[in-house]
């Protein structure tokens, strides 16, 4: 039975990678799994300190994610409106996106809600088509630097949890 547990476990661990890809808080489906196989097993395997900083770089990391678009929103010269727009905007395509097309449609959601947020934003404050365009593309590649990051990050989590168990 532990080794059905086991098994399950780590299948899940590689769901949770793969759909930080599309969007999908995969970070918090690993720290999930963590505090799950760990209550399973009676903590014999995975800390609470881990479990506890598992959880703490998931909300980290879902902050950060739509903070880097209206970083770099800013960084391409966008005022503080493109830098609210992108995040709202990234959030807002997220869910939209959602909706429309599950799974693939919240990552693009995500990207094109960044651009267009930030874009919008900046438009309706300068009234400078190229400025307002280079606002989205920061918003946009900042978007994919934040989804990049997360799924960096949620293979690390996942390989560190690896570590206490080989």
Request: hydrophobic fraction near 60%.
């Amino acid at each position: 039975m532990e080794i059905l547990i086991g098994i399950i476990f780590w299948i899940v661990l590689v769901i949770g990678v793969v759909v930080t890809l599309f969007g999908i808080p995969g970070t918090f489906i690993i720290a999930s799994a963590a505090l799950l196989y760990s209550m399973l097993t009676d903590f014999s395997g995975i800390s609470w300190v881990l479990i506890f900083l598992l959880f703490a770089i998931a909300v980290l990391l879902e902050f950060l994610e739509f903070s880097l678009s209206g970083y770099m929103a800013n960084r391409f010269g966008g005022s503080k409106l493109s830098v609210v727009g992108a995040i709202l905007g990234g959030l807002i395509g997220a869910i939209w996106g959602t909706a429309i097309l599950p799974i693939i449609g919240t990552l693009m959601g995500a990207f094109i809600g960044a651009f267009g947020g930030a874009f919008i934003g900046e438009y309706f404050i300068s009234r400078d088509f190229e400025r307002a365009f280079l606002a989205g593309i920061g918003a946009f590649l900042g978007a994919v630097g934040g989804k990049t990051m997360k799924t960096v990050t949620a293979v690390a989590m996942v390989v560190t949890i690896g570590f206490y168990f080989f």
